[in-house]
């Protein structure tokens, strides 16, 4: 099984719809992270926790929510979908040494198109 | 403007070639990372560097944190080397990425 698992790995849904995007992960990480790629721009942070009771917002953050249910567990939310975040979405989590940088691992990735 | 830079965007290689692949950046960092993103979207950690030279196989990772630049190098490629290589820079507990470049090597 992967460290880092991403579910769906494709979602097609509509505008309006409220879709959860979930990361699970086996490597014991405190830090978990969901970002976004849009084609020519590099990946972009939209929400981060440190740990369970501790959520913060990253550089893209309006339009989104997060749950984190449980150390290994990170959920990603758009509320209600637009076509815009149409992209592909990456969870990613690391070692809470040294200030987080090390041993980061991304998830395979969800390509999400919002039609 | 991305507050980190890497050229160049495209390289195309000929099987065996030498490869250097650039990473520029503005502000001070405490960890930078290499990173490789293959056609199927999957990305992976080649390198996590702070300091020096790393070196894995046919990859090697430098940074100078004085000049704010990092290159990484692929000796004798291959056409598995293809993928996007992504320049990481870390500050302030977050990472801030390059957009990338894409590299692709001709048998």
């Known amino acids: 099984d992967a460290d880092v698992t991403q579910t769906p790995r494709n979602r097609i849904t509509k505008t309006g719809k409220r879709i959860m995007l979930e990361c699970s992960q086996t490597?014991?990480?405190?830090?978990m992270y969901w970002y976004r790629q849009d084609p020519g721009l590099g990946l972009r942070l939209i929400y981060y926790?440190?740990?369970?009771?501790?959520?913060n917002k990253g550089e893209i953050s309006d339009g989104y929510s997060v749950s984190r249910q449980a150390q290994a567990k990170f959920s990603l939310s758009l509320e209600s979908a637009i076509p815009n975040q149409t992209a592909l979405y990456f969870c990613?989590?690391?070692?809470?040494?040294?200030?987080?940088?090390?041993?980061?691992?991304f998830g395979s990735g969800t390509r999400l198109t919002v039609v | 403007k991305n507050e980190v830079e890497q050229s160049p965007q495209n390289l195309t290689a000929q099987e065996g070639e030498f490869i250097t692949i650039n990473c520029s950046y503005s502000?001070?960092?405490?960890?930078l990372h290499w990173l490789q993103q293959h056609p199927g979207g999957g990305i992976v950690s080649l390198f996590m560097?702070?300091?020096g030279k790393k070196k894995h196989g046919r990859l090697i990772a430098t940074i100078n944190i004085q000049e704010k630049h990092s290159s990484l190098h692929i000796t004798a490629s291959h056409p598995r080397d293809s993928a996007v290589y992504i320049c990481?820079?870390?500050?302030?507990?977050?990472?801030?990425f390059g957009t990338g470049t894409s590299l692709t090597v001709i048998p």
């Open positions: 990481a820079v870390g500050r302030s507990n977050q990472f801030y």
């Open positions: 560097l702070s300091s």
């Open positions: 926790s440190f740990d369970v009771k501790d959520i």
């Open positions: 490597k014991g990480h405190d830090r």
């Open positions: 990613a989590t690391s070692d809470d040494r040294t200030g987080g940088y090390y041993g980061y691992t």
């Open positions: 502000v001070g960092i405490s960890a």
